[in-house]
């Protein structure tokens, strides 16, 4: 399967410390009505960390009710421990989910070799495609091109979230000879455009939870050759995605969600908490800005 397009990157709504099911179904349906690409749950975004099992499990199950095989679901399915990570993505197959994403490993810092033997012992476990998920800012260690270009040769490994917002890097990403039906998503809402105007198919979204139509229309007007469409983009927007993460992903999404009233509370789980209430009314005020 190809992964393209505007995948959205779900966050998981709560309510007094529970999963809040109302919310998480209206937000699929609202982003099903806006026409996503496909979802990433228990990512980043979703506060992975802090979810059990269970809540997991249930997550998964309502997406698929909800999206009835219309869009592409993958599961984040990352961690530091290779054999967690390996049971992770052992869940993704008994899930039938359509991809798994799998983080570069974080905190203990591995050596270039360990990242390669780290992510193909995952492929080898998995019974779905593989995304490989690139973030330094949060990992600290980084894939290199000659890691992904390998690790790209392996059947199960079938594209890559590119996060880094290094436009360098992904020009050199794009000049391997990697395989074509590798997919190309970029990971960073500021620079998917010129990300794909170099050669990617789309990206793991968290603005697209507000502003997924203008998103695919700019998306389809740079791969259309459109010169001027990264310009328009960023004059409209650029300030919006700075006060959304003007913070840590994603204290400032569940607040933009919450004011649209699409769930019905912004609440986190530690360690992440609520942002200061300046942040608060910086966001409010660009919300204002790009609906006028």
Request: charge should be neutral.
């Amino acid at each position: 399967m190809k992964f393209k397009g505007i995948i959205t990157a779900l966050i998981t709504p709560f309510y007094q410390g529970e999963l809040d099911k109302h919310s998480f179904i209206q937000l699929i349906k609202n982003q099903l009505d806006e026409g996503v690409d496909g979802f990433v749950l228990n990512g980043t975004t979703g506060e992975s960390p802090t979810l059990k099992e269970e809540e997991v499990s249930q997550v998964v199950e309502w997406t698929k009710v909800e999206t009835a095989g219309a869009v592409p679901l993958i599961l984040g399915i990352g961690h530091n421990n290779t054999y967690q990570a390996e049971k992770n993505i052992q869940k993704a197959g008994k899930w039938k989910m359509d991809g798994a994403l799998a983080v570069v490993p974080y905190y203990n810092k591995p050596t270039g070799e360990g990242l390669k033997r780290h992510f193909k012992k995952i492929a080898e476990h998995s019974e779905v495609p593989v995304l490989l998920y690139n973030v330094p800012s949060r990992t600290q260690t980084s894939l290199d091109i000659s890691t992904i270009a390998e690790l790209s040769k392996k059947k199960q490994i079938q594209g890559i979230k590119e996060a880094s917002g290094d436009m360098n890097f992904a020009e050199e990403l794009f000049s391997k000879n990697i395989k074509s039906d590798f997919s190309f998503l970029s990971g960073d809402d500021s620079t998917y455009l010129d990300f794909a105007k170099k050669g990617g198919q789309g990206v793991v979204s968290v603005s697209s939870h507000f502003m997924l139509k203008p998103m695919k229309s700019f998306l389809n007007k740079v791969l259309e050759k459109d010169a001027t469409a990264i310009n328009e983009f960023q004059k409209k927007y650029k300030d919006v995605l700075d006060c959304l993460y003007a913070v840590s992903n994603p204290i400032m999404i569940k607040q933009v969600m919450y004011l649209k009233k699409v769930i019905r509370s912004p609440e986190l789980r530690l360690p992440l908490c609520e942002p200061e209430s300046s942040f608060i009314e910086d966001i409010k005020k660009q919300l204002q800005t790009i609906n006028s």
